[in-house]
């Protein structure tokens, strides 16, 4: 059994279940799915977008996240004040699994002839499954592990704002305000009671940002940044640097403070079309294990364009 299920089942076998941190899924590619964390964002490109991301973390590693995003968001009516977002994501990690379906409002207020100010709210539902018969148990006869989790309900909601110019942009978020202990319990054992739930739920805070600079007429230059706190882990930042040449290719690199470096490329196979890929190699200890190949994600975003509010150019951000 490979490392990841051995220390998961150390940690419930002996009862250690107060994660009191509990992160929401991680994204390399986050600046092509920012509806996920800021429902402020929908409706921001001016036109339907349909987004569909998959994560595989830590490959090799038994157990390691994986997880899967689909994502639409748009603005309503043409002068594209309102916008709408559905966002459904499915979390995977040893024996459990999450299921978040969110649905965005976001409404825009122009401040210049250049900048847009959006503020978005987000509500929705989370479903928590445990299967502890996936676990390999030390105590076979441990009653904390009878009964298997089903889809145990929580609602979500969230709130964010969001500012873009056609080469800037900044966001703060919190998707989710409610801090939920899932499976909370009082459970006798051998005479004595304790408390026995699997994760609390903090607040997950965000700030996003990004510029365009365009160097020549083929090729524009992103630097960005994701900053993600809550309390009781590390502050995650991670930082990019993206070009695009030709209006098609993008090429980049990332680095996650402390954590990993990333390599990604995307392209834009039609003005409604685009495929990307990114590749994390981790920078502690666990990526020199020989258990870990890497993380991977692979994106593709499709766009429905009306008349009235084609792209000219296809938005980098």
Avoid: C
Avoid at 105 to 132: C, M, Q, R, W
């Amino acid at each position: 059994m490979k490392k990841l299920q051995i220390i998961v089942t150390i940690l419930l076998s002996f009862g250690f279940y107060n994660i009191q941190a509990q992160q929401d899924a991680q994204y390399t590619q986050y600046m092509y799915n920012t509806i996920s964390v800021n429902p402020a964002y929908a409706g921001s490109r001016g036109v339907m977008s349909i987004m569909g991301l998959h994560r595989s973390q830590w490959v090799g590693l038994e157990g390691a996240p994986r997880t899967q995003t689909l994502t639409l968001n748009t603005p309503l009516g043409q002068n594209e004040r309102v916008g709408l977002g559905l966002s459904v994501i499915n979390d995977e990690i040893g024996p459990t699994n999450e299921t978040y379906i969110d649905i965005d409002f976001s409404y825009t207020i122009p401040t210049s002839e250049y900048g847009k100010l959006s503020l978005g709210i987000k509500g929705g539902a989370h479903l928590l499954n445990v299967d502890f018969q996936q676990l390999t148990r030390f105590n076979q006869n441990d009653a904390l592990f009878e009964n298997n989790i089903d889809n145990k309900f929580s609602p979500q909601v969230g709130i964010g704002v969001y500012y873009h110019t056609d080469k800037f942009y900044f966001g703060l978020s919190a998707p989710n305000l409610l801090e939920t202990d899932h499976f909370d319990e009082s459970t006798t054992i051998s005479g004595s009671e304790s408390t026995s739930f699997l994760a609390e739920e903090r607040i997950n805070y965000y700030m996003i940002a990004g510029h365009v600079f365009n160097l020549s007429d083929d090729l524009k230059f992103k630097p960005a940044v994701l900053t993600k706190l809550v309390s009781g882990a590390p502050l995650q930042v991670d930082v990019s640097a993206n070009f695009l040449l030709y209006q098609k290719l993008t090429l980049g690199v990332a680095y996650r403070w402390s954590a990993a470096v990333t390599g990604q490329v995307g392209f834009q196979i039609s003005d409604s079309m685009m495929i990307g890929f990114a590749y994390d190699r981790e920078t502690t200890e666990l990526g020199r294990s020989q258990f870990n190949d890497g993380s991977y994600e692979v994106m593709l975003r499709f766009e429905l364009f009306k008349k009235y509010n084609r792209m000219l150019t296809p938005r980098f951000f």
